[in-house]
């Protein structure tokens, strides 16, 4: 069965530092997610994305994040100074069409120190 | 964030039983729901979905109810097995355009299911 890979599955980075979280979606599917968990809260969105541009994104998605897919297979997630509340387990999501079921990646746990 | 919501952080049933997980969401502007199971070191997979022009989904051994007056939805598991204890989590979708992309969740539910 197809499935949404995520890489690396886990990232340790010091504070203030870059980082970029990569995720390969399901090949036909043609739209994008980012969600994240903090430890024992809620999964949360972040971002949706279609044909190249950002459908949508919640208030936690501000200007130190940004999405891309920069070839036709991958979709990043880039956090351009983390700080220590950005510590969460990041899932990368695709569906074929808008409305359908979420796919989702086995995350990417990120440590900020 | 309250708008959805799983009131029960457990349930413990035995196996062949059914198992029974609720949610209530609050936003009257949902109208797509599903439900994930989440194994640990492994992300969400989904399960069953339903609009809200249905109230009952079912699919092989997972059934979902949808009471819109009340604003409840649950997932009903028969028979249970052993390999269904996961985390449960109950999410919406509101109307129209990229919202339905934007999934909302509950805080789930540990099932354990006991041989």
């Known amino acids: 069965e197809p499935e949404v890979t995520q890489t690396p599955s886990h990232q340790v980075t010091q504070m203030g530092q870059e980082v970029i979280l990569r995720c390969v979606p399901i090949s036909n599917h043609l739209y994008f997610y980012w969600y994240r968990q903090i430890l024992g809260q809620k999964v949360e969105f972040l971002v949706s994305?279609?044909?190249?541009?950002?459908?949508?994104k919640s208030e936690i998605f501000d200007d130190q994040f940004s999405v891309e897919r920069p070839d036709g297979s991958n979709f990043t997630l880039k956090i351009r100074s983390t700080k220590l509340e950005d510590s969460a387990m990041y899932f990368c999501?695709?569906?074929?069409?808008?409305?359908?079921?979420?796919?989702f990646g086995s995350g990417t746990q990120l440590s900020v120190l | 964030d309250q708008q959805v919501k799983q009131n029960s952080p457990s349930l413990s049933v035995q196996e062949g039983r059914i198992s029974i997980l609720n949610c209530d969401y609050t936003?009257?502007?949902?109208?797509?729901f599903l439900w994930y199971k989440k194994y640990p070191a492994e992300g969400p997979t989904f399960l069953i979905s339903i609009s809200s022009i249905k109230d009952k989904n079912e699919d092989g051994r997972f059934t979902v109810f949808l009471n819109k007056s009340a604003k409840h939805l649950s997932l009903h598991i028969v028979p249970s097995q052993p390999g269904d204890s996961a985390v449960y989590f109950c999410?919406?979708?509101?109307?129209?355009?990229?919202?339905?992309?934007?999934?909302?969740f509950g805080q789930g539910t540990i099932l354990t299911v006991h041989p």
């Open positions: 936003n009257s502007m949902f109208d797509y």
């Open positions: 999501a695709s569906s074929e069409q808008l409305g359908e079921k979420l796919f």
């Open positions: 994305f279609y044909n190249n541009e950002i459908s949508e």
């Open positions: 999410a919406a979708s509101g109307k129209g355009g990229t919202s339905y992309g934007k999934l909302t």
